[in-house]
């Protein structure tokens, strides 16, 4: 029975949840909605109501509904579309002391030749990227930009005590990657 516990309760065990999140990883690879049309059959008269199954970032899946209630022309199909949003993203420059950021749809970029990377995490409330650089001795500097934008709503730089922090705030729950290049260029990429 003590054999039984211990198994049911092992963190290395890997749990339904996991496996779902794991399946999804897998998935990776598919393409951002663009549009979608359905063909109503040519009885249809009336629209009452959308209903949209997505999965999140965990595994999991939920379902929102949303009432319409309308007249509608069975001739013309129904479009489910994300094409204005994949069409409108736009780039932004603009920098704080020794960084220079450049924001083009899912991805900004960091540069400063100056500093290099200690280290970087994800805090979950909210959703915020913390990259932190060395200081190696430069200027005392907290600065702040809200960007307006979608993806990259505020970024900040703060002087620590032996290190630049910066605090990229997030306009939704994303998982990222971090890559570096030439010239203490940084890449992050939202998914």
């Not at 979950?124 to 500097?141: E, L």
């Not at 705030?169 to 010239?183: A, E, F, M, Q």
């Amino acid at each position: 029975m003590f054999a039984t516990a211990l198994f049911a309760n092992n963190p290395f065990m890997i749990n339904t949840n996991q496996r779902d999140f794991q399946a999804q990883q897998k998935n990776k690879g598919k393409k951002h909605l663009t549009t979608e049309n359905i063909q109503l059959p040519s009885n249809a008269r009336e629209l009452k109501s959308v209903s949209l199954t997505f999965q999140n970032l965990d595994g999991t899946t939920e379902t929102r509904e949303l009432k319409v209630d309308k007249t509608i022309d069975w001739h013309y199909p129904i479009k489910i579309t994300q094409q204005e949003a994949i069409r409108n993203i736009s780039k932004r420059y603009f920098s704080l002391n020794d960084f220079e950021f450049l924001m083009e749809g899912t991805t900004i970029v960091i540069s400063s030749p100056k500093h290099r990377i200690i280290r970087h995490f994800l805090l979950a409330s909210p959703t915020t990227i913390i990259v932190d650089f060395s200081r190696d001795g430069g200027n005392v500097y907290d600065g702040k930009v809200g960007t307006g934008e979608q993806y990259f709503s505020e970024v900040s730089v703060n002087a620590r005590k032996d290190f630049y922090r910066v605090t990229i705030t997030l306009d939704g729950i994303y998982k990222y990657k971090l890559k570096s290049g030439k010239n203490n260029t940084h890449t992050i990429t939202l998914e």
